[in-house]
Every structure is written in structure tokens, then in C-alpha cells.
């Protein structure tokens, strides 16, 4: 639209203009910003363009990439969602199993990587794995159950690592936790992912295997951040992944209480959570 009107001295016009937005919860918002132009003479414009103001200030909030855990000081708005997590963890007794549902980018992955800083959760030590960066295989979308298993280890060994934890593996020699960390992820790979595709029975050298972190821990408790987990059922429709996958994991934490875990997802989640997890 075209506004024409004809100052005298010093004047102003000013819009209100209405707005609507739908917050992360889906909650609808609404709501009114005015804005204003004023007019100066040109002597007095020079000076006011100078000193600019910006009615909006300054967002915060970083979009389209994952902040991790050395982006401490850009992650703003979830420090609640932290606190409960915090409140919820059992530091002894049965292990907890935490389900954080929502739609894509609203943070899920900024979230898991905060706690994966050393202050953040005393006592645990806490794995980040990623459903959705894996690898999988070329014949057919999802990723094979060997190689989950195989993949959620070899993390778990990078980051007892990362935390001067010595975990004594059998397939593993004395110097390999010498290595620098890419070196060792390598190795890890290299030793663990043929191993675990030939086994008759992954998950329970899966279970095997996280014992040996466990008691490497030396009394802290071990906790599992699967992001995207939901992304497993793909792999079940398309017979890649084991359709007893979510059940594995459920006997993994019933089992073993020193092994908690935080599941992430969108879609799938509140059936699984109903199924798997309540």
C-alpha cells in the first residue's frame, strides 16, 4: 500500500502491524508491533541516522545447526528441560529412561550435547549417538542391528577415552586407549564392526561388552543419549533392522540399572514409549 501525506515541521506516522507465530510447544501466539516513522529536518536526520535504534534487539538463538558441548555460551531457553533431566536421573537404584518427543529442529540434538560436558551431570557419564548420522547400507535405507551395536560401542569407548577411562577389552591391546582419539575410533571400527556382523548373537556381546565399560566406571553410572532413535523403525519396515531392536534395548536398561538412557524422536516416539518404555 502507498501512504502520501505532506509533513509539516516535525512529524510522524506510526503502523500497527499484527502478528502470529506457533512456539516450539505448538502453541498458537498472537499479538500487535507498531512501528513508527518520523520525520526531521535534513540537518537533524544526519545526526539521528548516526544513532540508530533497533526496536527488535538482538536474537539470541542459533538456527539450523546442532550446538555441541563447546557452545555453551550460545544455548539459550532449555535450561528447564536440563533441570528435569537432572531431577529424573537416578544416581542409585532402578535405571531411568528418559523420552524426549518433538518435531524437527527444535533442539533435541542442541540439548543432548550440552550434557555431554564434564559439569553438567556428576557421576554419569554420558554417550551421544546419532540414528540418523549413521552409515547404514547401500542396498536399502536403515542401519543393520550389528552395526547400531557396534557403532553405540565404539562411542561409548571414545568417550571413557575422552575421560581418561582405561576400559580393558578383550580384542583391544594394553596401549590402545594410548591412541589419540581419531586413531582409536578407527581401531574401534576396524576391530569392532566385522566382529559384531559375523556374531550369531550381537546384542548379547553388545551387553558383554558394556559391562566391561561398567565396571571400568568405577561407580558412576553409565548413560546412553539415542538421538533419533525413532529412526530404527525405518530400518524394521525395510528388514535391515532387527524388529526386537527397541525390545533389546528395554531388557539392556530392565537388566543392568547402572545403564540409563535419554531416547529423542518425533513421530514414532509416543508409540514406543507406550510399547517399549512406560
Not at 40 to 47: F, H, I, L, N, Q
Not at 116 to 137: E, H, N, S
Not at 220 to 232: G, P, Q
Request: glycine share 6%.
Amino acid at each position: 500500500a502507498t501512504v502520501r501525506f505532506t509533513p509539516t515541521g516535525i512529524d510522524q506516522i506510526s503502523w500497527k502491524i499484527p502478528w502470529r507465530a506457533k512456539r516450539v510447544d505448538l502453541i498458537d501466539l498472537t499479538g500487535e508491533l507498531e512501528v513508527v516513522m518520523r520525520l526531521a529536518d535534513a540537518t537533524d536526520a544526519t545526526e539521528a541516522l548516526l544513532k540508530p535504534k533497533s526496536v527488535f534487539g538482538s536474537n539470541p538463538y542459533v538456527t539450523g545447526i546442532s550446538l555441541d558441548e563447546f557452545s555453551a555460551d550460545s544455548f539459550f531457553g532449555r535450561e528447564d528441560i536440563i533441570d528435569e533431566i537432572k531431577s529424573l536421573l537416578r544416581p542409585t537404584g532402578p535405571s531411568t529412561v528418559i523420552i524426549l518427543e518433538g518435531v524437527r529442529r527444535v533442539g533435541k540434538t542442541s540439548l543432548l550435547k550440552q550434557l555431554l560436558r564434564a559439569d553438567m551431570l556428576p557421576g554419569w557419564v554420558p554417550v551421544y549417538y546419532d540414528f540418523q548420522g549413521a552409515d547404514g547400507i547401500d542396498s536399502a535405507y536403515g542401519v543393520p542391528t550389528a552395526d547400531i551395536f557396534s557403532c553405540i560401542l565404539r562411542e561409548t569407548l571414545i568417550t571413557c577415552h575422552r575421560r581418561g577411562v582405561e576400559v580393558p577389552m578383550p580384542e583391544l591391546s594394553a596401549d590402545a586407549f594410548s591412541l589419540s582419539r581419531s586413531e582409536l575410533g578407527d581401531l574401534l571400527q576396524k576391530v569392532y564392526v566385522p566382529q559384531y556382523r559375523e556374531s550369531a548373537a550381537p546384542f548379547a556381546k553388545f551387553v558383554g561388552h558394556l559391562e566391561r565399560v561398567v565396571a571400568a566406571l568405577a561407580g558412576k553410572r553409565l548413560m546412553l543419549m539415542l538421538d533419533e532413535f525413532d529412526k530404527t523403525q525405518a530400518g524394521i519396515e525395510n528388514g535391515v533392522t532387527s524388529p526386537h531392536i527397541a525390545e533389546n534395548f528395554r531388557s539392556l536398561f530392565h537388566s543392568h540399572p547402572e545403564i540409563s538412557a535419554i531416547l529423542t524422536g518425533s513421530q514414532l516416539m509416543k508409540r514406543l514409549r507406550a510399547e517399549y518404555f512406560h
